[in-house]
């Protein structure tokens, strides 16, 4: 029995430009349809045996949508998510988990954060001129080892009045309004009714935590460390079952403390080129730019003092992680490494 864990993962570093790059290529040679769902690149961190996995628990692909192009609609049992780093288009999630679907097309725009829980039927349109790449994460290797998975087709193709840009999902109208739960819902599926966490919240909630803690009220997780959770507006918990998403702000001239915890991280930078440090591994990042923290691996971000090409004159973070497992079974720990 080891006295800590030891990850098998490595922390590893996938930068944006390549990924981009290769996402494109993509575009060019690789078609999608029923049979060929998504034209997805899956990171694999390259201690886990040639497996498309990024931690232990946690798939993470860049995936690439060409003008007027559908992705078929399917369900299964793994939860997801979609992260904008760049872009926009439609994703049309499809309205639950019954027989048939009942699409909502959700809008979706640089640093919007996109939720589907398992089993919900879902379909992806590009309805803009061009090309749209944005970041995918899945619980897929925890289901692969658990044994759990399940998969069906939906329709070959979605209805035309599904295949429209609306400004707001069904869902956003439905459950976005801060702190008011619509009486008209009952019973509630697992995982997040709100379909759509957009960057404008996102933005002004992290703002307001610096504010605050300028004006001396606290409000920060540390000095210069601004951070927020993604919730489930119906019962607060994590937006999905097993997986956990957040967004930290750490402005310039700040350091976050290293910490280490049980469970696996991924990272995208959203903002800013500053200096990150997994394990023993540091790196200089900028947009885009994506890296694993394996279990009890510390980890932490500085961000220098002085001019910035970020537009919220800082280094943005977006993360996932698997810790509603790790919290559910009662193995999460954390430990501050300074
Ligand atoms: O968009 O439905 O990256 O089903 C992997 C599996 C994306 C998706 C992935 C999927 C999807
Ligand atoms: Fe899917």
Do not use: C
Not at 191 to 197: E, I, K, N, R, V
């Amino acid at each position: 029995m080891p006295a800590h864990p030891r990850s098998r993962a490595v922390p590893h570093l996938w930068r944006w430009e390549n990924l981009l790059r290769l996402a494109a290529q993509a575009g060019d040679i690789v078609p999608v349809g029923r049979g060929g769902e998504r034209r997805a690149i899956a990171l694999a961190n390259p201690a886990l045996g040639g497996r498309p996995f990024a931690t232990p628990t946690l798939w993470a692909a860049i995936q690439y949508l060409m003008p007027g192009e559908d992705a078929p609609e399917h369900r299964h049992t793994q939860h997801a998510f979609r992260f904008v780093v760049e872009g926009s288009g439609v994703w049309t999630v499809v309205g639950g988990t019954g027989d048939t679907a009942d699409g909502d097309a959700v809008p979706m725009r640089r640093g919007d954060f996109l939720p589907q829980a398992g089993w919900n039927w879902h379909a992806h349109h590009n309805a803009t001129a061009e090309p749209m790449a944005w970041i995918d994460g899945l619980d897929i290797p925890f289901q692969y080892v658990m044994e759990s998975q399940f998969f069906e087709f939906g329709r070959a193709e979605i209805s035309d009045a599904e295949r429209i840009t609306p400004q707001r999902s069904r869902s956003e109208r439905l459950w976005g309004h801060p702190g008011l739960r619509p009486l008209s819902v009952g019973a509630v599926a697992p995982g997040s009714p709100l379909l759509a966490y957009k960057w404008e919240n996102t933005d002004a909630a992290l703002n307001d935590q610096l504010l605050l803690e300028k004006e001396g009220y606290g409000g920060t997780v540390e000095p210069g460390h601004a951070a927020v959770r993604f919730s489930n507006p119906h019962d607060g918990t994590d937006v999905l079952p097993t997986m956990r998403a957040e967004f930290h702000r750490v402005t310039r001239g700040s350091e976050t403390a290293p910490v280490r915890e049980t469970g696996s991280s991924v990272y995208q930078v959203f903002d800013g080129s500053d200096t990150v440090t997994v394990g023993d591994k540091s790196w200089s990042v900028t947009r885009g730019d994506l890296f694993v923290v394996p279990s009890w691996e510390p980890f932490s971000a500085r961000s220098e003092a002085g001019d910035t090409d970020s537009d919220s004159g800082a280094l943005d973070l977006f993360r996932f992680s698997d810790a509603p497992v790790f919290e559910a079974l009662q193995l999460d720990r954390q430990e501050i490494t300074r």
